[in-house]
């Protein structure tokens, strides 16, 4: 069993910059794929990004590409997505998810394991 506790969620202005972190506990961390989504009020869980197990690669869903960066380290168990330039719509609660594989993939039915969520909210 892997648990993932999000944090870095909060209020910001839009163009302003926040920090989420994830922190996983319960698996060897290099052995888990991880990825972030988000889900804003009314709409359905939706891909953001993810990174290859060792780090080397990632992969961003193309509205945040040049604003978001994915990152983690595997010595502290952590992945982090640093959000910069924020818009009113990246306004969602932000999971972190981790899943048993190699592959990386913006399916959210292909990671096993769910974080709580953090809120994220940008105003305009």
């Known amino acids: 069993q892997v648990q993932l506790v999000e944090s870095g969620g909060g209020l910001v202005q839009a163009g302003g910059s926040l920090r989420l972190s994830c922190a996983a506990s319960?698996?060897?961390?290099?052995?888990?794929?991880m990825g972030w989504f988000r889900q804003a009020p009314g709409k359905e869980r939706e891909f953001v990004a993810t990174?290859?197990?060792?780090?080397?690669?990632?992969w961003l869903v193309d509205s945040v590409k040049g604003r978001f960066t994915i990152s983690r380290d595997n010595a502290k168990n952590t992945v982090d997505l640093q959000m910069n330039s924020l818009k009113a719509e990246d306004t969602a609660v932000y999971y972190c998810?981790?899943?048993?594989?190699?592959?990386?993939?913006?399916?959210?039915?292909?990671?096993?394991?769910w974080g709580q969520g953090t809120q994220v909210t940008v105003s305009s």
């Open positions: 998810a981790a899943r048993i594989g190699t592959a990386l993939t913006s399916s959210s039915s292909m990671y096993d394991y």
């Open positions: 319960g698996r060897t961390f290099s052995t888990l794929v």
């Open positions: 990174i290859s197990r060792g780090g080397a690669s990632t």
